[in-house]
């Protein structure tokens, strides 16, 4: 059986995002959702200091239909097909990540809810709106990268905090937080700092001498968010 190499996908998409950031003078920073990821539905968080977004990564294509064994990701669904402000939320800052194999493998990205929140990964009768994923808003990782950089994708902080803040009441945890765990980027040694909600990594990332100027908007082309 070939192993799902997901979380290499993972450091090779910060790894590519770290390096286009650093020759646009601008910083990016990613935690871990350590397990939060069941009640989230992604497996981390990135923000570029002003802009966030949850990503949630598969290995390959097919194994995107691995959502549809988490009752709590139908639960979301059913709840965004419903709920059009917190749609407008959800593709804002929410996506998925998964490789394919063409004469390399190569990273694509889209929406959470245009890719997931299908009867294609849920079945008929999940009773989902669309019948299958929206491929318009399919991107490859390289032009996300650059649009998040830029501004255009991902969401201010008190939309993102407003959104992850319903994706915890949305699963019982109405005043929970997320808690973070990063390396110290101004620490010459290995340690940690640790955060009890976004707002705390957000106040951080405000004081710290790493924090960037906000971007300026500029469209992305190629690219619909």
């Known amino acids: 059986m070939r192993r799902r190499k997901e979380q290499s996908l993972v450091d090779a998409f910060f790894n590519y995002l770290n390096r286009v950031a650093v020759n646009n003078g601008r910083v990016v920073t990613r935690c871990s959702m350590d397990g939060q990821d069941s009640i989230l539905g992604a497996d981390y968080i990135f923000t570029n200091s002003t802009r966030f977004v949850l990503v949630e990564f598969k290995y390959e294509k097919i194994h995107l239909k691995d959502e549809c064994k988490k009752n709590r990701r139908l639960h979301l ?3 965004l097909d419903t709920a059009e402000l917190w749609r407008q939320l959800s593709v804002e800052c929410h996506f998925v990540a998964w490789s394919e194999m063409h004469e390399r493998r190569v990273l694509n990205f889209n929406q959470y809810y245009p890719e ?3 009867r ?20 490859r990782a390289d032009l ?14 008190n939309a993102f905090e407003r ?7 949305l699963e019982g945890q109405e005043g ?15 340690e940690f700092l640790e955060f009890q909600s976004v707002g705390g990594l957000k106040q951080w990332l405000d004081h710290t001498s790493l924090a960037p100027p906000p971007p300026r908007s500029k469209p992305s082309r190629g690219f619909r968010p």
């Open 120 to 139: 294609e990964i849920f079945g008929i009768g999940s009773g989902l709106h669309w019948d299958a994923p929206d491929r318009e808003t399919r991107v």
């Open 116 to 118: 997931i929140c299908n």
């Open 176 to 190: 929970g937080d997320i808690e973070l765990l990063i390396d110290n980027p101004d620490s010459n040694t290995l």
């Open 77 to 79: 669904c059913q709840a």
């Open 144 to 157: 996300l990268a650059n649009a998040f950089l830029q501004g255009t994708v991902g969401a201010e902080f």
């Open 163 to 169: 959104y992850t803040n319903w994706l915890l009441e």
